[in-house]
Each structure stands twice: as C-alpha cells, then as structure tokens.
C-alpha cells in the first residue's frame, strides 16, 4: 500500500470480525462492510450508510482498498478476452484477464510479478522473478474484473459497447483460474488466503470446484495442497514426458524431478478424489510428435488425468512456433488410445497477446 494502513482484501472475513471487535464495535458492522464491498462493490466509506459515521471513520483511518489502477487493457477481436495490465501500488505490473466464453465467466488472476521458475517459452519466466503478490493483491484482482462485470469498473462503457448480449451486464464472476503470472505454489500461504476469501460464502462465494491452481509442478506443494484438503481443482504443467526433455523447457524439473512430480500427482488425486489436469504447451517438432503422444499416453495411462494441449504462443525470448491444428488434433487422437481426455485450447483471442506475461512484456 502507498500509505500505512491495512489492505481490506487482505483480511478473511473472521479477521475482519475481529479487528472490529478490537476497535471496539459490534462485528455486525464488519459484518455490514463485507457485504458492501463484496456484495455490492461499495468501496466509497460514504455510500456505506447504513454504517454509523463513527464506525466508518475509524475503519476508514485503519483499512485502505487496495484497488490495482489499470496501466493498460486489451480486448479481443472476438470481444470475449479482455486483458488488463494492472499496476500495483509500488508501480510493479501484473496481469489479469476477463475470459467469457460459452457462458462462462472466468478471471485469470496473477499470484506473483514474475516468476522464478524460469519455463523457456514462457513471457514471464523470461522476465525473472520480481516480487510475490499479497494476498489482497490477488483478491484484488478477482473485484477488478467484479467491478468490470458490474459495469462499475473503469472500462464500464467499453464493458457495454463490447457486450455480447444485453444481459452480460448481470453477469457474475463465477470461476477463477490462478493461470496469470507467477508460480502460485511459490506462493502458497498468501494465495490461500486469497482463495479463502473468494470463497466466503458472503462475498464473491466462489465454488470449490470453479477455482483451478496451475502449477509447474512443485512437489512439496502439491503435497500440501492434498494434506490440507484444499477445495481447488489442479493443473500440472508437464510440457515434456520424460525427465530430460521436461527439464530442457522447464528448469524447475531438475528440483522436482519427474519420477516425484507422478508419485505426488497420483497421492493427490488418491487423497482428493479429484482429477488432475496436465497442461501440454504444443512446440512445433518439440513435443507434439506421435512419439511424445506416445510417450504421454504411457506416463498417465491410468490416472484420473485430462490433458489440455495449448498451442504456443510465441513469445520474444524464445525460437519456437506453434504446433499446427492438424499435429495437434493427431496428438490428441493418440492421448484418446490410452483412455486420456484432451482438450486443444482454442488460440481465441490471439491478437491481444494472450499469452502468460506477454502483454507485462510489451508495455516495458
Ligand atoms: N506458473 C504456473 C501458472 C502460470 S502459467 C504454471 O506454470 O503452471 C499457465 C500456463 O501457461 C502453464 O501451463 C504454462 O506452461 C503456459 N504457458 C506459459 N507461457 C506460454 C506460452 N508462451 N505459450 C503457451 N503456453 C504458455
Ligand atoms: Fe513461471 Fe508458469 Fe511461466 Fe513457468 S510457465 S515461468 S512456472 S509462470
């Protein structure tokens, strides 16, 4: 924050309770100010009314909304993918996305500005780890894209000249992938707390099974994930089926070898009754030949597993193309021989640079 008090979207909604009742007040008022940012996107201390003025003036010299002011935004040709880069309050800039497809309204949020992990093909693994996000910045993001749903966000009269249908307006976000920037399993406790709060049944009341965690694949994360049960459904970054080839895309494989990102894969899904997908970026005579298919098809045979196969996109770091829709449709006809369902990301939305920190990339 720019100044010293408190981010809201830091709190759960209990801590918040809590707070109130150290400052002396009944929690029915922190009850009341959840509600008013959660369910009606008020972040104006004056609008809240029906909050005694004392109450809200102290709340007001404690908690600050730690809205992200948008650096710049993107919308697809297609009008369903609208991209935001996002400044944080020390200026850092991360990236949210608005997805509307099939009626479906998803955020892809963003856990940290960069990313250790260092994936070749990757905008963000080219740009190298900056920060982790807090918790309120993640949550943060989730009411950034709320306020633009609402039609109260900064680009509302963009959000219903684009629209879709007349009724978009009313649309609610229901679904959150933590796909953005950033590893959030290098981030672990600041992004369940975020998930907790996206949660909470009085406020954005986001389904267990309507969030997704991408991971690169970091075991003793995936551990914990399935240890405490956590109510998020997870995605595993493979790229490569054997140890050697996974490691030349994705560095973080030379920590996490192979051999114990399955052993880990098959305890979550043992412990979560869940499945797992497996994501696959398709390089063009890199990993999308029959023999990979081949290969992949024999790593997960057995597993309650679906691969999504995303086309690259190409970024500036990194000498490959995408994998054509013919090779890819093969790949995904020798994945269903081993009893894998797959699906191939449409590259809808291309032309506004959808790619994982391509747009943080462009605006440098
Ligand atoms: N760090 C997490 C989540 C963010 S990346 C992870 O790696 O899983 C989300 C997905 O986008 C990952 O599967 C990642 O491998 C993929 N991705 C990154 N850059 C890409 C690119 N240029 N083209 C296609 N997919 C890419
Ligand atoms: Fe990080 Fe994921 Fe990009 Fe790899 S693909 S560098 S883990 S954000």
Same mark, same amino acid.
């Given at each position: 924050? $720019?100044?010293?008090?408190?981010?809201?979207?830091?709190?759960?909604?209990?801590?918040?309770?809590?707070?109130? +009742?150290?400052?002396?007040?009944?929690?029915?008022? &922190?009850?009341?100010?959840?509600?008013?940012?959660y369910l009606?996107g008020?972040?104006?201390?004056?609008?809240?009314?029906?909050?005694?003025?004392?109450?809200?003036?102290?709340?007001?010299?404690?908690?600050?909304?730690?809205?992200?002011?948008?650096?710049?935004?993107?919308?697809?040709?297609?009008?369903?993918?609208r991209?935001?880069? *996002?400044?944080?309050?020390?200026?850092?800039?991360?990236?949210t996305v608005l997805m509307r497809?099939?009626g479906r309204v998803t955020a892809c949020v963003? +856990?940290?500005?960069?990313?250790?992990?260092?994936?070749?093909?990757?905008?963000?693994?080219?740009? /190298?780890?900056?920060?982790?996000?807090?918790? &309120?910045?993640i949550v943060a993001q989730a009411m950034h894209v709320d306020a633009v749903l609402r039609g109260t966000g900064?680009?509302?009269? *963009?959000a219903?000249?684009?629209?879709? +249908?007349?009724?978009d307006r009313h649309e609610r976000l229901r679904n959150l992938v933590?796909?953005?920037?950033?590893?959030?399993?290098?981030?672990? !406790?600041?992004?369940?707390?975020?998930? !907790?709060i996206l949660r909470d049944?009085?406020g954005l009341a986001l389904g267990?099974?309507r969030i997704?965690? +991408?991971?690169?694949?970091?075991?003793?994360?995936? *551990?914990?994930?399935?240890?405490?049960?956590?109510?998020?459904?997870? =995605?595993? $970054?493979?790229?490569?089926?054997?140890?050697?080839?996974?490691?030349?895309?994705?560095?973080?494989?030379?920590?996490?070898?192979? !051999?114990?990102?399955?052993?880990?894969?098959?305890?979550?899904?043992?412990?979560?009754?869940?499945?797992?997908?497996?994501?696959?970026?398709?390089?063009?005579?890199?990993?999308?030949?029959?023999?990979? =298919?081949?290969?992949?098809?024999?790593?997960?045979?057995?597993?309650?597993?679906?691969?999504? *196969?995303?086309?690259?996109?190409?970024?500036?770091?990194?000498?490959?193309?995408?994998?054509?829709?013919?090779?890819?449709?093969?790949?995904?006809?020798?994945?269903?021989?081993?009893?894998?369902?797959?699906?191939?990301?449409?590259?809808?939305?291309?032309?506004?640079?959808?790619?994982? /920190?391509?747009?943080?990339? =462009?605006?440098?």
């Amino acid at each position: 924050m $720019s100044d010293s008090r408190a981010n809201f979207y830091d709190f759960t909604r209990d801590q918040l309770l809590a707070l109130v +009742s150290r400052w002396g007040f009944a929690p029915v008022h &922190g009850a009341r100010l959840w509600s008013y940012v959660y369910l009606r996107g008020t972040e104006d201390w004056r609008a809240m009314d029906e909050l005694p003025a004392r109450f809200r003036a102290q709340a007001e010299s404690e908690l600050a909304f730690g809205r992200l002011a948008t650096a710049a935004e993107t919308h697809s040709s297609d009008g369903f993918t609208r991209k935001y880069l *996002l400044a944080l309050a020390d200026g850092r800039r991360i990236e949210t996305v608005l997805m509307r497809y099939s009626g479906r309204v998803t955020a892809c949020v963003s +856990s940290q500005a960069g990313c250790a992990m260092g994936c070749v093909f990757c905008a963000t693994g080219q740009m /190298g780890f900056v920060r982790h996000l807090s918790a &309120g910045e993640i949550v943060a993001q989730a009411m950034h894209v709320d306020a633009v749903l609402r039609g109260t966000g900064p680009d509302a009269a *963009l959000a219903d000249a684009a629209s879709a +249908s007349p009724h978009d307006r009313h649309e609610r976000l229901r679904n959150l992938v933590l796909m953005g920037m950033g590893e959030p399993l290098h981030n672990y !406790d600041a992004v369940m707390q975020a998930i !907790d709060i996206l949660r909470d049944p009085s406020g954005l009341a986001l389904g267990a099974k309507r969030i997704t965690l +991408s991971t690169v694949g970091v075991v003793p994360g995936i *551990l914990r994930l399935a240890a405490e049960q956590r109510p998020v459904h997870l =995605a595993v $970054s493979l790229h490569g089926a054997t140890q050697e080839e996974r490691a030349a895309l994705v560095p973080a494989a030379k920590k996490w070898p192979l !051999d114990e990102l399955m052993d880990a894969c098959r305890a979550y899904i043992a412990r979560q009754q869940r499945r797992i997908f497996y994501e696959w970026t398709l390089i063009e005579g890199k990993n999308d030949t029959p023999e990979t =298919a081949h290969a992949v098809g024999r790593l997960l045979h057995g597993q309650l597993a679906q691969v999504n *196969l995303i086309p690259l996109n190409p970024t500036a770091g990194y000498d490959g193309e995408p994998t054509g829709r013919d090779a890819a449709k093969k790949f995904q006809a020798i994945l269903a021989g081993y009893g894998l369902p797959s699906t191939i990301r449409q590259r809808r939305g291309i032309d506004i640079a959808a790619g994982c /920190g391509q747009l943080a990339v =462009a605006k440098k």
